[in-house]
T-cell receptor
Framework: NAGVTQTPKFRILKIGQSMTLQCTQD?????MYWYRQDPGMGLKLIYY???????DKGEVPNGYNVSRSTTEDFPLRLELAAPSQTSVYFC????????????FGEGSRLTVL | QKEVEQNSGPLSVPEGAIASLNCTYS??????FFWYRQYSGKSPELIMS????GDKEDGRFTAQLNKASQYVSLLIRDSQPSDSATYLC???????????FGKGTKLSVKP
């Protein structure tokens, strides 16, 4: 089991560019999440999904979009990148009924210049 | 807006001592709490969960919950340098997508 896999691990974007952070899990978890973590700050929820075809906004969704066409994949799209989106992004998953027990990917460090 | 408060530290303890990490939460109705450990440059990993008042022990780790005081703590006995990390407290509000993290406390265990 690879667990939760994120790509890319590092990326530098110019202001106004767009990109997609990929996330895939092989644990057959229904629930998937995208968080961002800024230095010295906790994790902020961007979007989450409770199953294929179902997504919902978290605390900080502006500037991002997601889709969930399969159980395994939950890509995060950044449109018109801004310096405020410089952060470390973590994808996570949890089994149905798992509550707060999340399994995290290794993270994607994004810099917008 | 639910909040989870943690002292950012750093908390420095000598090897072999007990490290005490604390967290308070704002939502009196919250039922479940989690402690995640995050090594520098790595992703968080779950180390403890606690759902009811009192203590829960797992090896060198003890989680404590006091719902009347809205207070959660994590004790690490016989602290080791390998315990040096940031510890994140999280409040699960009972519905998916509702896990609120504190900013974390950085622990440093000195040999």
């Amino acid at each position: 089991n690879a667990g939760v896999t994120q790509t890319p691990k590092f990326r530098i974007l110019k202001i106004g560019q767009s990109m997609t952070l990929q996330c895939t899990q092989d644990m057959n978890h229904n629930y998937m999440y995208w968080y961002r973590q800024d230095p010295g700050m906790g994790l902020k929820l961007i979007y989450y999904s409770v199953g294929a075809g179902i997504t919902d906004k978290g605390e900080v969704p502006n500037g991002y979009n997601v889709s969930r066409s399969t159980t395994e994949d939950f890509p995060l799209r950044l449109e018109l990148a801004a310096p405020s989106q410089t952060s470390v992004y973590f994808c996570a998953s949890s089994p149905q009924g798992g509550g707060g027990e999340l399994f995290f990917g290794e993270g994607s460090r994004l810099t917008v210049l | 807006q639910k909040e989870v408060e943690q002292n950012s530290g750093p908390l420095s303890v000598p090897e072999g001592a007990i490290a005490s990490l604390n967290c308070t939460y704002s939502d009196r109705g919250s039922q479940s709490f989690f402690w995640y450990r995050q090594y520098s440059g790595k992703s968080p990993e779950l180390i403890m969960s606690i759902y009811s008042n009192g203590d829960k022990e797992d090896g060198r780790f003890t989680a404590q919950l006091n719902k009347a005081s809205q207070y959660v703590s994590l004790l690490i006995r016989d602290s080791q340098p390998s315990d040096s990390a940031t510890y994140l407290c999280a409040d699960y509000g009972g519905s998916q997508g509702n896990l609120i993290f504190g900013k974390g406390t950085k622990l440093s265990v000195k040999p």
